[in-house]
């Protein structure tokens, strides 16, 4: 089934050239954790996250340093820079000259509703910017946080309650261009409240499993609280937030997006998990390859297996791969053995391998 049958429809909003909304594919976002001041470092982070397949890409600005250097990263990358602003509504209002193509704020925590509307008035004259509305459960209205602790209202609905009101600001000021998202603590109460707000309005959204933690624990949370929803069809773009560096937010959105077969960019590394067969040190191996085709945006599927008897016929379905043997191994397409060669030039083989199955398929 296409992609775009199984999602909730939206509207389509633009970041600059870059469309968003149930019409596209799921575009995969980072965000920075250069300091933004350092204008050289964040341009090449950013662009290590492009080549990596990154859509979009989100920065801090705290400050008017960090404002500063904002014209020279946005002129210098080829993709959206969202720039992310808390508490100052009038850094906001100046980062809109700055070539960003999207503004994220909480407009809970912008000052006041008479100064988000300002910031609203200011945004018409930058058709290309995209607003992102991101509510936070811990910074909810007054009046909304009462009902809540007093029972009435449950979180999630206050949340999405606090989003539908801040999105109907920005209609009545006659801005559209515009997703939101919804940061909560846990995982399943991130989902109940995305749910609830798909269901309540068709702004795209922007998932994301907010301090999801250490890349381990930050996978597993972000693979099952955005992976639940992307299954359902909700979500139009999403960042995995993990503690480390963002490349691997980037590769974790795409294995993400992989095994929902969503989107298939960039290749598929299968590997055995080991066993008392295993000869070759392939956890080394296996790193290695991973590094390797890290940055090939097309789909192809790699194994890296751990004996020749095994491994080959095992993985059979992989349109390249490799096996380890007693102190050789071996390079195989599609089950089939094409070449033996010793440890030592096991990955060099692979690498010459790949390069030519890549050069073949480019040619058909
Ligand atoms: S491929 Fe070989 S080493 Fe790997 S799990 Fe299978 S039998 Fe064990």
């Keep these: 089934m296409p992609e775009t049958e199984r999602r909730r429809p939206t509207k389509t909003i633009h970041l600059g050239n870059l469309l968003l909304g149930s019409q596209y594919p799921v575009r995969v976002q980072s965000m920075t954790n250069t300091s933004t001041e350092n204008a050289e ?23 008017e340093k960090a404002l500063a250097s904002l ?46 509307i300002a910031l609203l008035r200011e945004l018409a004259s930058f058709p290309d910017i995209a607003l992102r509305i991101g509510v936070n459960a811990g910074s909810l209205e007054q009046s909304l946080m009462k009902q809540v602790v007093a029972g009435e209202l449950r979180w999630e609905q206050a949340m999405v309650d606090s989003a539908l009101r801040y999105a109907k600001i920005a209609e009545e000021e006659g801005f559209e261009n515009m997703k939101i998202s919804l940061k909560a603590s846990r995982v399943m109460q991130t989902v109940r409240a995305y749910r609830l707000l798909s269901s309540q309005c068709d702004y795209p959204l ?17 693979s099952i609280g955005i992976g639940m929803l992307l ?8 960042r995995v937030s993990l503690t480390g560096d963002p490349v691997l937010e980037v590769k974790t959105a795409y294995e993400i997006l992989r095994a929902l077969e969503i989107r298939k960019r960039g290749p598929d590394l299968i590997s055995c998990p080991t066993c008392g067969r295993t000869q070759i040190d392939i956890i080394s191996l296996v790193e290695k390859v991973d590094e390797y085709i890290s940055t090939i945006p097309r789909h192809i599927k790699v194994a890296v297996m751990g004996c020749v008897v095994n491994g080959p016929g095992e993985a059979r379905e992989a349109d390249i791969g490799i096996s380890g043997g007693k102190d050789s191994g071996v390079i195989f397409k599609k089950g089939q053995v094409i070449r033996k060669v010793p440890y030592e030039r096991l990955f060099q083989a692979f690498q010459e391998e790949l390069k030519r199955l890549l050069e073949e398929s480019e040619d058909e």
Excluded: M, W
């Excluded at 299954?231 to 999403?238: A, L, R, V, Y």
């Design 41 to 63: 470092e964040t341009i090449c982070q950013i662009n290590n996250l492009v080549q990596h397949g990154c859509e979009i890409v989100r920065v801090a600005v705290p400050d």
């Design 231 to 238: 299954s359902e069809g909700i979500g139009d773009t999403f």
């Design 71 to 116: 014209p020279a990263i946005t002129s210098s990358v080829s993709v959206p820079v969202i720039a992310d602003i808390h508490f100052r509504c009038d850094l906001a209002i100046k980062a809109l000259k700055t070539g960003i193509k999207g503004l994220r704020i909480n407009p809970g925590n912008i000052g006041s509703t008479d100064k988000y």
């Design 206 to 222: 922007h998932l994301g499993i907010t301090e999801a933690g250490t890349p381990l624990r930050g996978a597993v949370k972000s």
